[in-house]
């Protein structure tokens, strides 16, 4: 009796098993017949998505904030008479509007913008300070006439040479204007670069901290074909044995 008992059992188990078998084949081709799974169908999405935003990316052209300042300035450095002087106010004020636009729309840059509205505004209060020199260099020349036609020819080579003195140091702190604004462009530039960095090596330290998404597809995959088995079938009450007293 204990053999035939151990033998129904076996034989029970191994059907079992036969079954199993024969079920997880065929989920696994039912699997391989319904197309791509989920972790190849995520990671052809991802790399779809990478190449359109390196595309865009590529196309698209660089910003260069730094370059509003520097013209800016040149226009300042370049003008001789108040209008003009006045021209190159009016395009660093339009120059801050647009920036101002800008680091709305472009949040990455913002410090950079933000540095370039600071160096335009100091274009503006500069060109106010030209204005006032060059109203005091025409006084001084329309003083130097009239030395001249008082015939105090020595005073007025004094007040030419003063005059020709002060506006050699205006040009001088003119072109060191320009210099501090091509300055601050390259040391944003560096800036934003190390920004740049610093946020890619987070977003790799917070994707090293959580589920890559071919663990999390695999899990679901498994999952999905656990649920897709039907559940083992009870074995007979009392595991099989034929009861030989009946």
Sequence with gaps: M????????????ASSSSWQSRSAAQA????????????EMMRDAKEKAQATRDK?????PKPRYGDAPMEAYARLARAKRPSEVNAAAGFARRQIARLKAAKQ????????????????????????KKNRELDREKLSQDRQKKLIQEKRTREARRQRQELLRKQAMRRIRESG??????????MQAQIAAVDMELREQAQKLAGAFQPSMELV???????????????EAPAPAGGGEIDLQA
């Design 28 to 39: 696994a081709e039912e699997k391989k017949d319904s197309g791509p799974d989920l972790y």
């Design 105 to 128: 729309t472009d949040p990455d840059n913002a410090k950079r913008i933000q540095a370039a509205i600071n160096q335009l505004q100091k274009a503006v209060q500069r060109a106010g």
């Design 177 to 186: 204007y320009l210099r501090e604004a091509e300055v601050d462009n390259r």
């Design 56 to 60: 865009f990316n590529a196309a698209k």
């Design 217 to 231: 597809a695999k899990q679901y995959a498994a999952d999905s074909a656990a649920m897709a088995l039907p559940e």
């Design 2 to 13: 204990g053999n035939m008992q151990v033998n129904s059992a076996a034989a029970s188990a």
